[in-house]
């Protein structure tokens, strides 16, 4: 396959991603509190699933991630699903993604779609094996499987994404390099044809959650072809800059980020604290392209509004 992010770079200077898709459920009703967090709108609730991927278009977006950063067969069949039910719900996940894209582009106005991506791209998520404990792990990458196990855990639902037509694997959240360096094996020997962006949990601008330090980490996947962006994700907005000049000097990809809005997270009592003194996407976005940023979005709490004013950036 074509690595459609690097061909979208090639005609315009940065890509907009989006932003969180628990926090826009919610405003549908949608109880997340729970192991499968936004994977349970799938079950109780499709179309809102939907309709936030459309919001997201709507504000600007060149990208959309699909509901399955939580959701994995083992997830479902531990709160009840059969094996074949969990499947169905992995691959309805990625039918509502590639539906909102085709509905919103096919009305798009021509002079509106000029300022869009050639190709506006539907990312599969595949979150870290910390998400399925969720126990808060994947804010500290304090597990360890083999490596034959993390390709276990994940090749499924990567297949299951595959055969329902992603775009591009979005290998997000990852607190852990072991685990990293699993997926891009998975990657290489199962899916050859295939490109994934990858972007790790760091409690500071040089170290992952598990204390490898980004550079390496950074260095490790710089001749990975199939690797065709490297980032952040989920952390502090004011963590942002100083990682991008982190991973600017250790790779020539281009560099993703999407930060948390700024609230604060107890991942313990899975809730959140706003906080007084967060600046705004408006703000940051232009440091963050200036910094060498080339995909930005939104993670954790953010809104069709925060990707709204990271595409007046990007545009």
């Keep these: 396959m074509t690595d459609l992010i690097k061909e979208n770079l090639d005609s315009k200077r940065a890509l907009v991603l989006d932003g969180a898709m628990a926090t826009e459920l919610e405003k549908h009703g949608v109880d997340t509190s729970n192991d499968l967090w936004s994977a349970t709108a799938l079950i109780n609730d499709p179309d809102a699933v939907k309709a936030v991927h459309t919001s997201y278009f709507e504000a600007g977006a060149d990208i959309t991630i699909t509901d399955t950063y939580q959701a994995n067969v083992e997830a479902f069949k531990k709160v009840g699903f059969t094996e074949d039910q969990s499947e169905k719900l992995i691959t309805e996940a990625v039918r509502l993604a590639l539906e909102s894209r085709d509905d919103f582009y096919a009305t798009l ?3 509106e779609r000029a300022k869009r991506a050639l190709y506006p791209l539907v990312a599969g998520s595949v ?3 910390g998400a399925y404990l969720a126990d808060g792990s994947e804010y500290t990458g304090h597990y360890q499987l083999t490596n034959e196990a993390y ?3 994940h090749q499924r639902r990567m297949r299951l994404m595959d055969e329902a037509g992603v775009d591009v694997f979005a290998f997000e959240t990852q607190p852990n390099f072991e685990e990293t360096k699993a997926l891009a094996d998975l990657l290489r020997e199962k899916f050859s044809d295939r490109f994934a962006w990858l972007t790790f949990s760091i409690k500071d601008p040089e170290h992952l959650c598990d204390g490898t330090s980004l550079a390496k980490a950074v260095s490790y996947f710089e001749d990975n072809p199939q690797i065709s962006a490297v980032g952040v994700n989920c952390t502090s907005m004011n963590l942002i800059e100083d990682s991008i000049k982190t991973i600017a000097s250790n790779t020539n990809k281009p560099i993703i980020v999407y930060p948390n809005n700024g609230d ?5 009592t899975k809730t959140w604290t706003p906080n007084p003194n967060a600046t705004t996407f408006a703000e940051l976005t232009p440091k963050w392209l200036a ?3 080339k995909i930005v979005g939104g993670c954790c709490r953010t809104t069709p509004a ?3 004013q990271v595409a007046e950036s990007v545009f």
């Design 306 to 308: 925060d990707i709204e």
């Design 151 to 153: 390709q276990t855990f």
């Design 127 to 129: 979150g870290p094996y």
């Design 109 to 111: 106005p021509t002079a």
């Design 291 to 293: 910094a060498g940023a």
């Design 264 to 268: 604060i997270y107890d991942p313990k």
